[in-house]
């Protein structure tokens, strides 16, 4: 049965990308996101390394889920490693790329703490790191701040502990102080803060405080 006679049949609104993520059903979530555009955060990286004329750069794609964002990069003529924990992940991102790029893209099926990061121009974590386990985290992040080079950039989001999704046991949150405090050594391009309630409306309504991040490596 399909998710829209699903929620006909129970009379709740259907599932949304959130409730996905908030239950981890990663494969639900890819459907409910595929054919999406890339994330501002990746097209504000990416559109800085062009102003600056760097072009054709290799970045690391965490948690690249179904794939939206290393398309963006690989069109842009970026190389790419995407990797994601789960295993039908790349099945969608493979897919919809064409012929002629995939030679500039690498896939790995492994989980944040056993992440090896390549030196890098970039490495992009949209809406990834909170899904890190917290006893993880701190190692994960130091190899990410390892992988990039100066003058490369980080790209992605962090989610704030007055986020609804804070109190779920195996999720990644900060506070703003710590998300700056983790940014120490970067130069902070994009720091835009979202605050904000669902509509009622919403199966599953919260509240989301989401730290949207792009920061060059000093
Ligand atoms: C909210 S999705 C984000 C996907 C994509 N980056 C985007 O912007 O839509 C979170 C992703 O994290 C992956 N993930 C969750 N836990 C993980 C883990 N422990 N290790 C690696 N990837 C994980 C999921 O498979 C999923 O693709």
Request: hydrophobic residues 35%; aromatic residues 12%; proline residues 6%.
């Amino acid at each position: 049965m399909c998710e829209q006679d699903k929620s006909k049949k129970s009379g709740l609104p259907p599932m949304g990308a959130q409730d996905f993520s908030e239950i981890e059903d990663w494969t639900g979530y890819f459907n409910a996101v595929l054919g999406k555009g890339a994330r501002d955060t990746l097209i504000a990286a990416l559109d800085s390394f062009e102003h600056e004329e760097f072009y054709n750069g290799f970045a690391v794609d965490l948690a690249a889920g179904e794939g939206r964002d290393s398309l963006e990069l690989l069109g842009r003529n970026w190389r790419v490693l995407a990797t994601d924990n789960h295993p039908e992940a790349f099945s969608y991102l493979w897919a919809r790329v064409p012929e002629k790029l995939k030679p500039q893209l690498t896939t790995k099926e492994v989980n944040f703490c056993d992440m090896k990061f390549p030196e890098c121009d970039m490495v992009n974590a949209s809406f990834a790191l909170p899904f890190c386990e917290p006893q993880h985290f701190e190692v994960l992040w130091n190899k990410i701040v390892a992988s990039i080079r100066p003058g490369g950039r980080f790209a992605g989001q962090f989610f704030g502990d007055r986020d609804t999704w804070a109190s779920l046991p195996n999720r990644s949150h900060h506070s703003r102080k710590e998300v700056l405090k983790l940014l120490e050594g970067f130069s902070i391009e994009m720091m835009r803060e979202e605050e904000r309630d669902d509509p009622p409306e919403l199966r599953k309504p919260k509240h989301w405080q989401i730290f949207h991040v792009v920061a060059k490596k000093n």
